[in-house]
Structures are given as C-alpha cells and as structure tokens.
C-alpha cells in the first residue's frame, strides 16, 4: 500500500502541483494531508513566488485544523529530511505561536516540542526554557501545569491535574490500577480519549464527534445498547450529518443509495466493521443532502441503527430497484464483491447506460448520476474493486469526502469540463482560505 500511495504522491507533486497543493483545501484525511505539507515543504526549489506563497497560506491553514500529534510528527520528519529553510522555519513559528495554550503542549507534547525548537530555532521565555531542557534543576514553577508535572513525579494527586495521556505514564509508574485512574481522570479527557476508554467505566461524549467516527462508535456497541439509546443515538448521527451537509442541505433532488451491508463489510481485524461505519455514515449524510432519499441495504434490513454485517453481496438486485425510483443520483457504497448472483450488477449497469439510458451524454441535465464509492482498498496497489467500466468508482474512507468525490465523478464522467473542476478547487481554495480570516 505504501509503494502505491507514495507513486500517486510524487505523480501529482511533479505533474500537477497546483491541483496538489489545492487538495489541502479538500477533505482530504490526516494522514495524505501530512504527506502533502511535508512534499511541498521538501520539493520547493523552483516554485514561483506567488505560487509559493499561496502554498504557504494553504499550508498554514490546513495545520490549523490537524491534530497537534500530527503537526509535530510533520516537523520532526521534516527535521529529519534536513529541511530547514526560511519559509519552513516561519511556518512552524507561526503554527506555534498560534497555539491557545503553549505550556499545555510543553507538557503533552514534550519531546517532540524539544525536537522542533532546536530544528527551528524557537525561542522560549525562561521558565519554558528551562521546563523543557532542565526541569529537574528547578525546586518549583510558576507555571502551574509545569509544577503539576514536577510534583506528578513523585506526588499522586498531582497525577490527575495533568493530560490524560501523560498522567497515563505516571499513573503506570505509581501503580495505580487503572479502574481507579480512569475514574478519577475521566474530567480531563478529550472526547476522542472517551471514546477510546468507553467501556472500560468512561461513557463517550457524542457531542461534536465527527459523523464516521461516530458510525464506527455506534456499530461497536451490542445491539441491545443501540435499541436502548435510539433516540440518542440517532439523534446524534443526523445532527453530525446536518453539520456536515452544511448549506447543501437538501439541494441533492432525488437520491437512492445501494449500500452494503453484507459479510464483507465486517473488515479486517484493525479496521473493525470500518466499511460498514462508512456505509451508515454516507447514509445518514445522503438523508440530509437529499430532497427525497431512498435507502436500500443489500440484506434488506430498514433498521439501520440495528445493522451488523451479514449474508451475501445482492448487489445487483438493489440497483435494479435502486434505478425503479427514478433518481438523479444513485451512489453505491460497496466493496464491489457482487455475488448474489456473481457478475449482475456489471450487467445491470451496462445495460442502463448503454440502451436505458444511451443519450446520458447529449442530454446530461436528464439522467441518473451513478458514483461507486468503495471503502475497501487492495493492499497491494493501493486500488480499488470497479463495478463497471462505465460507473466510476471511487475509495473513501470519511463520509466528509463525499461532495468532493461526486464532483470529481462528474468530472469523469464528462459532465464538467476541467475549467469547471479547476473553478470549483478554486473555490474550495478561497472558502478553505477565507476560514482562515
């Protein structure tokens, strides 16, 4: 996986730069965004000055909202590649000046912050001086997070005024079991760290959770949890997708989604019942972006805070009562594995693009937009399972990349041209950008 993702990278880097750089701006996750900093910052000798500067602007705005623990993992490699030039050293300045509370990540994130100082020449007042470089010459400080460290060391109540995971390396250093840490910790996690620790005596925050995240939280619960916590539950799902949907709520027409719910979506042993979250999350996005929204799961389930993987793939079946509703847009969300029977929904989607539907392309304002969205990637070359030559597939691991791969599916498709595609990045550039502001 890593030889293919790495080739897409340095494909895009050398060929189409500007679209490249533009995908900062895109729902692009964590992880390929990181990738994208870290290449524009190593691979910038013979950029233009304007365009160097509009990639300064999409690079310090995209590390503004990635998680800190992946800002400093981009500056400790770029420290390891060497690179160090000025606009690097700005860029890290900067993102660190505009941290809401510097001491907070001196203590959290410690060796890292030790790491990028000296690579970028930071300068600190002298308490933060001397709390990262000689802390144990200090008797007390000032700062009261930096003290609830020092005393942490040898002092167990200070454990608990402290992030939660680096109270965690104290808390094992004293012994403390952890049933009594969680319980007592519980008021200084985050709600990523909740969710990770739920039922171990911590219940997760739904609040503001991001809408795939949240899928995947609901599915690992048993069954009889969801049944019990429905209204919760699926009130918080469709308040996370009308966040997401924003200003496009309900602009979508008709839509019906075949979505896959079979077996195969259970996942490997990391990514546990991953493809499905995806599925549920897309489902209840699509119930917000729709004016009217058909669902079809392919077990036929009409329950879908009940769902758990099982059965076949019938994949074929539900796209030919998917296309009975008439709609305008019909996204399939499916590992591609039809075997109920093998082979159908190829011919199904031939079929309606070649005699049901033959004029799509002369008359492209009068015919049903069909996206294949896989969220199961081959591990060898970084690819994903087609479901016909003619549907255009896409992988997608967050439902908040929706928008952006039915744009780039009608792009394919020939629907937009590449003036419109350039246009609509543009776009997201400026609004990405204007965030910022």
Known sequence: MGVGLGFLHEYMLENYREVYAAALALDVNDHNAAIIIRNLLVRAGDVPVERRRREGRLIARRLEVIPPQRVYRVFRELRRLGVNNRRTRAIIRDWMAGRRDPAFDLVKYRGAV?????????????EQH??????????????PIFEQWRRAHYEQAAIYELPYTVAEGFAAKHGIPREVFLERIERRMTRLERLRAQGAGVRADLGDMPLTRLATYVLSLPLDERAARRAELSGALRT???????????????????????????????????????????????????????????????????LYPSGPTPLGLRIIDALDTAPERLLIVSDGWDNAPPGLAADVLR?????????????????????????????EGFEVRRL??????????????????????RFAEGRVGLARLRAHLDDRVARFLGAAA
């Open 114 to 126: 030790k790491d990028v100082a000296r690579h970028a020449h930071l300068r600190f007042d002298r």
């Open 130 to 143: 001397r709390f990262l470089f000689a802390p144990r010459a200090v008797r007390s400080f000032e700062t």
């Open 240 to 306: 996370a997708a009308g966040r997401l949907a924003g200003a496009a709520r309900g602009s979508w027409g008709r839509v019906a989604a075949v979505l896959d719910d079979s077996y195969s979506s259970l996942g490997s042993g990391e990514k546990r019942r991953r493809p499905l979250a995806v599925a549920l999350a897309v489902h209840y996005l699509l119930e917000a972006l729709a004016k009217e929204y058909t669902p079809l799961w392919t077990s036929g389930r009409t329950d879908e805070l009940l």
């Open 351 to 379: 079929v309606w693009r070649t005699r049901l539907d033959p004029g799509h392309r002369l008359a492209p304002g009068h015919r049903t937009l069909i996206v294949h969205l896989n969220p199961v990637y081959d591990a």
């Open 388 to 409: 016909a030559p003619g549907v255009p597939t896409a992988g997608v691991r967050d439902a908040g990349n929706l928008a952006t791969l039915v744009e780039l599916a």
